[in-house]
């Protein structure tokens, strides 16, 4: 054999060897390595930005790219926790979890929650969501927010119905003359001055009731549904992980970065079930509610058109009223006095059932809760409950419709137009 064929067959085997050890090595990386999906599937979701926390910006949860499905969505989370993941990783997947589980509690589908479709399209998830939590209090009755916040949204809930109906528009055209003729009576009487005293959302009323349009009626109406989905979305997860897994589940959500130390100290003192725990805990939930997850929205609608924002927003305070025992309507929280000087120099006191302030104007709202809503629903917990229970217990299609306020406004106007009282000492 000459030397040439050795050297060929050598080589030969030589490259048979290196292909045979290169076959193996693929072999045994693909029984070391998990496939590439199977690690994947969750590092695609770490780490996501809140796109859609505020729900103005669309339907669904708080990012479009996580699934909707609480199962799937507690696969991923359990296993965020077993690889030791930092909470502020999963963090828009923890929120996502605990939103989509408790949608699916109330009976919501999360995928489809579009507050901007309107009041018709929405009222389903309106009567569900307060039915959640007023069924919250009913099971609970350290949940004192939970049930507060069923009542009176259903109240407000009763009002969106009126703001859907473009043919409303013509209820607040005729609140216009109204509001024009008491400012007008004002400043025959008692001069300019005083009718710069007025609330500045009757004035407005006064100037532009007449030219609220349907379109109007729609933007405010869709601004508080975001404003009602972004309050569920934010404080029911918490009340939901509290009432399944307690305060570890919260203290996860902590560490994620959702809610501020003080947020847990506040369900730290609700868990401690003692009244004044309780009463702490919840005032805190509801200064959250009330002062950072919506106060930014309610001074946007206010500002909304000029006076048009003005105008409906004093319109709704005018036409408000809790379902609070004991609790009286907004227009008759802080009512009109005006005291001054008139152009002969005697003192004159002017007097009208209206509400002296605004419902969207966050200091005001906190002052009439602190003063009227938290201690009032208190003292029905505490010592009213059977009563209260038959509240929470009503049906809540029912509660919405006999809370509809725009029926009320005009005849509150026209009351308020006929006792206009001007004292001069």
């Known amino acids: 054999m000459s030397r040439r064929r050795v050297f060929s067959g050598s080589r030969s085997v030589a490259a048979l060897g290196v292909a045979v050890v290169s076959i193996a090595a693929l072999v045994m990386g693909s029984i070391a390595t998990p496939p590439a999906h199977a690690v994947s599937e969750l590092d695609r979701y770490l780490n996501l930005p809140m796109v859609n926390r505020d729900a103005s910006q669309g339907p669904g949860g708080v990012n479009p790219k996580l699934p909707t499905d609480p199962k799937v969505l507690k696969g991923l989370v359990e296993e965020a926790r077993e690889r030791g993941v930092a909470p502020t990783s999963y963090q828009a997947l923890l929120l996502q979890y605990r939103l989509a589980d408790t949608t699916a509690a109330a009976g919501i589908d999360l995928k489809s929650w579009n507050p901007r479709a309107g009041v018709s399209a929405n009222r389903v998830n309106l009567e569900r969501s307060y039915t959640f939590y007023k069924n919250l209090q009913l099971s609970h009755r350290e949940l004192q927010w939970a049930g507060m916040a069923g009542l009176v949204g259903a109240d407000f809930g009763g009002g969106l119905l009126d703001f859907e109906l473009a043919t409303n528009v013509y209820d607040f055209a005729r609140l216009a003359p109204v509001a024009h003729a008491i400012v007008t009576e ?4 008692l001069g300019p001055v005083f009718v710069d005293k007025l609330p500045e959302g009757l004035r407005a009323l006064a100037r532009v009731g007449a030219k609220i349009t349907a379109a109007d009626l729609r933007h405010v109406q869709g601004a508080i549904l975001v404003m009602q989905k972004n309050i569920f979305s934010d404080l029911m997860p918490m009340h939901r992980a509290y009432v399944t897994e307690g305060l570890p589940a919260l203290r996860e959500m902590r560490d994620a970065g959702l809610f501020p130390d003080e947020i847990m100290n506040a369900w730290e003192n609700i868990a401690t079930k003692t009244p004044d725990g309780i009463a702490a805990g919840n005032a805190r939930l509801l200064m959250r509610e009330q002062g ?27 036409a408000g009223s809790p379902s609070v025992a004991g609790v009286p309507p907004l227009r008759s929280y802080k009512p009109l006095q005006l005291n001054g000087t008139a152009v002969d120099g005697r003192k004159v006191t002017i007097t009208v059932p ?3 302030w605004n419902w969207s104007v966050f200091d005001e709202r906190w002052d009439y809760i602190t003063t009227e809503l938290l201690p009032k629903y208190r003292l029905q917990i505490e010592n009213r409950w059977p009563a209260l229970k038959r509240e929470l217990q009503a049906p809540e299609s029912a509660q919405m419709e006999q ?5 009320n406004i005009l005849p509150t106007l026209q009351s308020a137009l006929e006792t206009l009282k001007v004292e001069v000492k």
């Open 292 to 318: 950072e997850i919506i106060n930014k929205q309610w001074d946007a609608v206010r500002a909304y058109r000029g006076d048009v924002g003005m105008a409906m927003t004093y319109a709704s305070t005018l």
């Open 403 to 407: 809370h509809r306020p725009i029926f």
């Open 354 to 356: 209206l509400p002296s």
């Open 186 to 189: 004002t400043n025959r009487s």
